[in-house]
Structures are given as C-alpha cells and as structure tokens.
C-alpha cells in the first residue's frame, strides 16, 4: 500500500475516522490493528516476523531492566534482535562470500540462497528491526521499560513510519501512546500540508523525473553521451531526495492525524558546507542512531588515540553503507 496510491488514502481517512470516534479505550487498539492490516497489505506472510520481533525486543527489554546481566549476555540480546534482519536481508550476500572463500582455498561449499529456501525479503525489516534495538538499549541505558505488550507493539508498527521511517525512538513516540492525545487547533491544516507536499514531490518532481529520464540513462548508459550522463547523475540526487523526503513528509502528516509527532528526517541537506553537515540533515534518524548506538559506544572524537578516531568514523560509515544494501558496492560506499 504505497503512500501515492488511492488505497492508502482511503486507508487513511477510514483510519483516522474510526479513531477518533472511538471512545479513547480503544484508539491504541485501533492504531495496532490498522498497522497491522497497512503491513499484511504488502504481504500477509510478512505479519509473523514482525509480531515476533516486536515480541522478543519486548520481553528481552524487560528481561535486561529486571535483571543484572553481564557486557556478554547483554551483547547476545542485542544481537537476537539483529538475527532477522541477517538472514533475510543479508544471507545471500554473506552466503556468496563464503562460497567464493572456500572455492579460492579448494574447499567449495554450497549454500542455499533465500530463493531456494522460499525466503522472502520483508519490507521496511531495516527500520524496524533498528527501532527495536534502540528500545533495548535505551531500557538498559536509562533504567524504562514498556509494561503493555499491545503499546510496544504499536510503537514498532506504527504504520506511517513502519515502512522507510522515520526511526522513532523510545522516548520519541511512547509517550505519546501513553497519554491521551488531543487535535490541537492548526494539525489538521499541518498534517494536510505535509501529506499534499509529500505528494507533490513524489508525483510532479521525483516521478517524472525519474520515468522521462533516470530509467532510461541507467538502464543503458551506453546509449548516451557523456554530457548527458553528468546530467543524469545530477538528476539522480534530486530525485533520491525528492523521492525519500517525500516519504517523509506523507508519514509526519499522517502521524499527525492521529496527534502524534514524528521526528524529521531531512533539514535542506544539499546546503551542507561539509560531508559531517551533510549527514546530520540527511535521513537524520539514521544519522543519529549510528551516532549514539555505534559512534558513541566506540569512544566518538574522544578516543585515546587519532587512529581510534578514525576506525571509529570508518565502522560507522561502513554501516551506514551496509544498512543501504547487501553488496560490496555498499562497503565502498560507506568508506
């Protein structure tokens, strides 16, 4: 159910309408049960894997703030989060590798591939399954846990930001499914600018500019000119920022249907006078969620040593680039 289409519009106004003439008992439920059905519309076989990812980050939440565990336990938590997104994001990539490894030392192995195995990508598996990570680390971090398994649920799928962000923390979005939420005067008009101008960009900007010149180019650059593949590749950062803030723009208007507030993804990135500029006004919820669950950790610029510094910049990157896509093309990226 993509944001431009017809569907998700009536989704929408069907949504928000059922919502608020609910007595406020049930508007969490509602809120769950739509997120659920937005997510089933995509592939009904994606709705287990997120119930089970959703679950396990919320019992391990409760489990690292009753207990006192070890760095090595603690680690294992964390890293049963990441186990999904690994095996279905990225195991054909890792499975590749290895096979080419052990063909280089004679030692050739075969390993199935997710389209041998019937495994399917799930979308927007990056962002929530990162947005289930930060919960943990922060119930660990700051000592609060989520008690209502149907509210921590919500707060994972929360359809608007469900499928390409933007990747709500915990302090960001819980309590407001805590507390009753109330329209104030001016969000309908917000919410309405918001999603017309997340529509204008997707539809009379990144759209067209994509369909009458991006798929043509890079379908068969051959066929052009060196001037007019400048053109292109110039064409192409307009169109991935139209085209992604566009997103944006259609998930904070429709949260703010609802009354609840999204953080933003984007702050007029292509003004940025540096490359470390750049990344904090470019997707950054990313940005900052490297930043304090991988930078930070590392020792940031406050390492010992300039050398840590450095690896501490180049692993973040490195993963920046990986979570963008499973290839080595994605490595150099990120480096």
């Known amino acids: 159910m993509l944001f431009q289409t017809l569907h998700y519009a009536i989704f929408l106004i069907l949504t ?16 769950g049960m739509a997120s659920l059905l937005f997510y089933g519309s995509w592939n009904w ?29 603690y680690g294992t938590c964390i890293f049963l989060l990441f186990v999904p997104l690994l095996i279905f994001k990225y195991w054909d990539w890792v499975g ?27 979308v927007g598996i990056s962002f ?17 846990e989520e008690n209502n398994p149907w509210r921590f649920f919500t707060f ?49 900007f990144a759209d067209i500019l994509y369909n009458t010149m991006l798929e043509q180019v890079f379908t068969a650059p051959g066929d052009f000119r060196g001037t007019e593949l400048w053109i292109a590749i110039y064409a192409y950062t307009i169109w991935i920022y139209y085209d992604f803030s566009a997103y944006t723009d259609i998930a904070i208007g429709s949260a703010k249907l609802f009354g609840i507030k ?23 919820t990313l940005s900052n969620w490297v930043r304090d669950y991988i930078y930070y950790p590392l020792g940031g610029a406050r390492a010992d040593k300039e050398w840590k510094i450095y690896r501490n910049i180049l692993i ?20």
Do not use: C
Request: no cysteine.
């Open 156 to 204: 994972i799928a929360f359809f608007p930001q469900l499928i390409a962000g933007p990747i709500v923390r915990q302090h960001e979005l819980l309590p407001q499914l805590r507390k009753p939420l109330l329209l104030v005067k001016g969000d309908i008009g917000k919410a309405l600018f918001r999603i017309v101008k997340g529509l204008i960009k997707k539809l009379l």
């Open 45 to 73: 076989k994606y709705l287990p894997l997120l119930l089970m990812v959703s679950m396990l980050a919320w019992g391990l939440g409760r489990f690292v703030h009753r207990k006192k565990i070890n760095n090595w336990i």
């Open 128 to 144: 929530f399954t990162f947005q289930a990570v930060s919960y943990l680390v922060d119930t660990k971090r700051h000592g609060k």
């Open 262 to 284: 999204l953080p933003e993804n984007f702050n007029r990135p292509y003004q940025s006078s540096s490359v470390a500029e750049f990344w904090r006004k470019w997707h950054i």
């Open 96 to 122: 590749e590798n290895i096979m080419l490894f052990t063909s280089l030392i004679n030692l050739p192995i075969s390993i199935a591939t997710r389209k041998d195995l019937g495994i399917i990508l799930p």
């Open 16 to 31: 928000v309408g059922l919502y608020w003439s609910a007595p406020y008992k049930y508007r969490l439920h509602i809120l």
């Open 316 to 335: 973040t990157m490195v993963v920046i680039g990986v979570w963008h896509g499973a290839s080595w093309n994605f490595v150099i990226y990120g480096i």
